[in-house]
């Protein structure tokens, strides 16, 4: 076997699903280490003015077009720039001020439970039935679970940080859903940068409304640090393996990386900051998790039949999975 061959096989491909998800995993505690030097809002512009010009620099030398041409993708690029990255991060931010990072990320991990339910509302070709509002009411609970006032990982925290931090789920879920039906030609990585752009342009003024400014930010190693990572690793590099999976795999199968980035997360919480979750939070992650095998049971059977295949090839004249026709018409939009 060649070395491309041996790049482009399942192990490899498992570790770059790995990789993605301990890169976007970490971030939620180099978050929490920043915001001691950074104002909120003004480090999450910083971070994806410096991801976006790096993305955008590779588009320009690895696409046939770097720049939106049409009305719809400019309008998809400033949708992105609105909900996924300005919004999304803005709460997210503003949240963790107060929320470990480890407890952020096991929020976060809602958005694809929120992407089901306002696809249902807002597109005419998904539905949602009661199998599906059980789902969504698991996720609820496995929030309002980890909201819950007492002790351990949120103790002496109000519910306005857990609230911000749910809100940014349901901005990047909401964000993903309306880019949906706009249809565009522009390349990936293209449209992730000017997504970014657009996205840091908004944060950057939402931090002067807010007051913040450059002389506020203390300028220590942990701060170099932490938005060094945040912009290079899991900005620029977590992205580029996100798109090399997008067209391994399919939106389906990265889709499940979110339920890892919280594992991640504590992990490196408890290494890095001495910090872990409580019992109640891993009860609502639990539940978060369960809401979302069962609003995406389909999708979850359908991501467990390919891979299966993908590491039996022999068993793929044998295996019947009645629903891979449509995911794989999903994975090439």
Request: hydrophobic share 55%; net charge neutral.
């Amino acid at each position: 076997m060649s070395l491309a061959d041996t790049l482009r096989g399942p192990r490899a491909t498992a570790a770059m699903f790995a990789a993605l998800a301990a890169f976007w995993g970490t971030s939620f505690v180099a978050i929490q280490a920043g915001l001691h030097d950074f104002p909120p809002l003004l480090f999450a512009a910083l971070r994806y003015a410096l991801a976006g010009g790096a993305v955008l620099a590779y588009a320009v030398c690895t696409t046939e077009r770097w720049l939106p041409r049409t009305r719809g993708e400019w309008l998809s690029v400033a949708v992105g720039g609105v909900f996924v990255i300005a919004v999304y991060h803005g709460l997210l931010y503003l949240g963790e001020r107060h929320v470990p990072g480890a407890v952020a990320a096991v929020v976060v991990s809602t958005a694809p439970v929120l992407t089901a339910v306002f696809a249902s509302l807002l597109l005419a070709d998904e539905s949602i039935g009661v199998v599906e509002l059980v789902g969504f009411a698991l996720g609820i609970l496995g929030v309002v679970a980890i909201a819950a006032p007492g002790g351990g990982a949120l103790a002496g925290v109000g519910l306005l940080p857990v609230a911000l931090v749910f809100l940014s789920a349901v901005a990047f879920a909401l964000g993903g859903v309306l880019t949906r039906p706009l249809r565009s030609s522009l390349p990936l990585r293209s449209m992730q940068a000017w997504t970014m752009l657009i996205g840091a342009g908004l944060l950057f003024g939402g931090a002067g409304l807010r007051g913040e400014s450059m002389a506020a930010i203390d300028w220590t190693p942990s701060a170099f640090l932490s938005l060094a990572y945040l912009a290079v690793i899991s900005g620029v590099l977590a992205f580029l393996i996100y798109f090399e999976l997008l067209d391994r795999a399919g939106p389906s199968t990265v889709h499940l990386v979110s339920y890892f980035e919280p594992v991640v997360a504590t992990v490196m919480s408890v290494a890095l900051l001495g910090e872990g979750v409580g019992s109640t939070t891993a009860v609502g992650f639990l539940a978060v998790l369960a809401g979302f095998v069962v609003v995406e049971r389909d999708r979850v059977r359908d991501v467990a039949a390919r891979l299966r295949v993908r590491l039996h090839p022999d068993e793929r004249e044998r295996a019947a999975y009645p629903s891979e026709s449509r995911a794989t018409s999903e994975t090439s939009d």
